[in-house]
T-cell receptor, first 116, second 109 residues
Framework: GAGVSQSPSNKVTEKGKDVELRCDPISGHTALYWYRQSLGQGLEFLIY????????KSGLPSDRFSAERTGGSVSTLTIQRTQQEDSAVYLC??????????????FGPGTRLLVL | KNEVEQSPQNLTAQEGEFITINCSYS?????LHWLQQHPGGGIVSLFM???GKKKHGRLIATINIQEKHSSLHITASHPRDSAVYIC???????????FGTGTRLQVFP
């Protein structure tokens, strides 16, 4: 079946602009995660959605970052007033359930964001 | 100190060699994940384990929960194994992953 898809695959924007990144999880997966990977650095958690529960936003680096998940499926990560340090690959993952760490996460191909 | 430490950071090997990558963590967890990231960037889940050992083809993962340590072994390494291997843990009762910095493996023919 189809995996996790993300769009756009690449995004170049100017400092100060807002960007929206989209994630389509695997159909039927109730948990959805956003991570980012900055150049030369490891992966870091941003936010995750678990069914109808309030999202865990503990990894969002600033209030310029927000995310929503509509209808329990598609998710959008929004970065307002982008800064150069926001340049990174933004990865989305989904899992069948949110099970306290027991579920395999399936990753999308990522969106490469470059802020000029 | 990072909550998840991996070693080595970089590893080169000749085809056929036995490879070991280590991961230590400091948080309480229910399971540990090993991921593989290929040069193109895609990330694939290799293993999820909470005790003992798991084997998939030439890959073997072990974990010692008491010592908070896991190892990933590759037997008879091949150039196609060249990738970044990442250890990740979800703290107790959460699903968000905390990642190690990764081990970049290059296997030469």
């Amino acid at each position: 079946g189809a995996g996790v898809s993300q769009s756009p695959s690449n995004k170049v924007t100017e400092k100060g602009k807002d960007v929206e990144l989209r994630c389509d999880p695997i159909s039927g997966h109730t948990a959805l995660y956003w991570y980012r990977q900055s150049l030369g650095q490891g992966l870091e958690f941003l936010i995750y959605f678990q069914g109808n529960s309030a999202p865990d936003k503990s990894g969002l680096p600033s209030d310029r970052f927000s995310a929503e998940r509509t209808g329990g499926s598609v998710s959008t990560l929004t970065i307002q007033r982008t800064q150069q340090e926001d340049s990174a690959v933004y990865l989305c993952a989904s899992s069948r359930l949110a099970g306290g760490g027991w579920e395999t996460q399936y990753f999308g191909p990522g969106t490469r964001l470059l802020v000029l | 100190k990072n909550e998840v430490e991996q070693s080595p950071q970089n590893l080169t090997a000749q085809e056929g060699e036995f490879i070991t990558i280590n991961c230590s963590y400091s948080v309480g967890i229910s399971a540990l994940h090993w991921l593989q990231q290929h040069p193109g960037g895609g990330i694939v889940s290799l293993f999820m384990l909470s005790s003992g050992k798991k084997k998939h083809g030439r890959l073997i993962a072990t974990i010692n929960i008491q010592e908070k340590h896991s190892s990933l072994h590759i037997t008879a390494s091949h150039p196609r194994d060249s990738a970044v291997y990442i250890c990740a843990v979800p703290p107790y009762n959460t699903d968000k992953l905390i990642f190690g910095t990764g081990t970049r493996l290059q296997v030469f023919p």
